[in-house]
């Protein structure tokens, strides 16, 4: 009962200052979280599925228009196959599940990442959901990251940037954003990774040049709809200067 009020309350205070409309997550820590139970790493995967069922739940909730979950990193192929195989099944045991909920609570959901590499298995749930959630009215964008390196999103953009034959005097910010697998989501407001490590591991290079980072010791199954509360709350009370100085925000200058 103290938890469900404290929640409430915290939730309350969240929503009555302005609340990220990007929000992004490196969901780390699965793995040790297991371990340290002396449990496989795929039990840690299989609970921080239900971390993101609770944070895509409570993101929606508060008034987050764009989540994006870094869920499985180009380099992450490079793992033992068989945990890489345990990850797939349960993306797509998440897309197969996460339908009816994400439908009724107009959840768009999408991916960003070089999807091709993907099994057929998840592939065609994937797109068979995008397609689906794209066809009401959105509230939330759910961002999946998936065979995500931002190094290689770059190369991409830049690719695509001399393939579509523009000239240098059209490259611009705008130009590049436009051609990043992130394309069309709103600037990049708060970036957290959990698990305790502070690196960035190849995820929104770009587009964290301006965003609040949050690092927190919570390994991802243990983050939930509290945690993920405390990480906007902690952004409400930081002050954005974009390069300007405390009194040209207060209007004194
Ligand atoms: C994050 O947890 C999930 C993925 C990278 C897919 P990890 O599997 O990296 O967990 P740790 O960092 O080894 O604890
Ligand atoms: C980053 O976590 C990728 C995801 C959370 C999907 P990793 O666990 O793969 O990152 P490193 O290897 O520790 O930097
Ligand atoms: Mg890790």
């Known amino acids: 009962?103290?938890?469900?009020?404290?929640?409430?309350?915290?939730?309350r205070e969240v929503m009555e200052a302005s609340v990220p409309r990007?929000?992004?997550l490196i969901m780390d820590g699965n793995g040790r979280w297991a371990e340290a139970r002396g449990q496989p790493r795929v039990a840690g995967h299989r609970e921080?599925?239900?971390?993101?069922?609770?944070?895509?739940?409570?993101a929606r909730r508060v008034g987050v228009e764009a989540l994006t979950l870094y869920a499985f990193s180009a380099q992450n192929w490079e793992r033992p196959e068989d945990e890489v195989e345990a990850l797939m099944d349960l993306l797509?045991?998440?897309?197969?599940?996460?339908?009816?909920?994400?439908?009724?609570?107009?959840i768009r959901l999408q991916a960003a990442g070089d999807v091709e590499r993907l099994p057929e298995r998840v592939l065609g749930p994937l797109r068979e959901l995008s397609a689906?959630?794209?066809t009401q009215p959105t509230k939330m964008t759910l961002t999946l990251a998936l065979s995500y390196g931002s190094r290689e999103e770059i190369v991409q953009a830049a690719r695509r940037i001399v393939e579509e034959g523009l000239a240098a005097s059209q490259?611009?910010?705008?130009?590049?954003?436009?051609?990043?697998?992130?394309?069309?989501?709103?600037?990049?407001?708060?970036?957290?990774?959990?698990?305790?490590?502070?690196?960035?591991s190849n995820f929104l290079l770009w587009q964290a040049a301006y965003a609040e980072l949050g690092f927190v010791e919570t390994s991802w199954p243990e983050f939930r709809e509290?945690?993920?509360?405390?990480?906007?709350?902690?952004?409400?009370?930081?002050?954005r200067r974009f390069g300007k100085t405390s009194a040209q925000l207060r209007g004194e200058v």
């Open 1 to 11: 009962m103290a938890f469900e009020s404290e929640l409430l309350a915290l939730r």
């Open 22 to 24: 990007h929000v992004a």
């Open 48 to 58: 921080g599925s239900e971390s993101v069922r609770a944070v895509t739940r409570e």
């Open 92 to 106: 797509r045991e998440y897309l197969l599940k996460e339908r009816a909920e994400l439908w009724d609570n107009q």
């Open 132 to 134: 689906h959630t794209a």
């Open 171 to 200: 490259i611009d910010e705008e130009a590049v954003a436009a051609r990043l697998w992130t394309a069309g989501l709103p600037a990049l407001d708060l970036l957290v990774r959990t698990g305790g490590e502070r690196r960035i």
């Open 226 to 239: 509290r945690e993920l509360l405390l990480c906007v709350r902690e952004f409400q009370r930081r002050e």
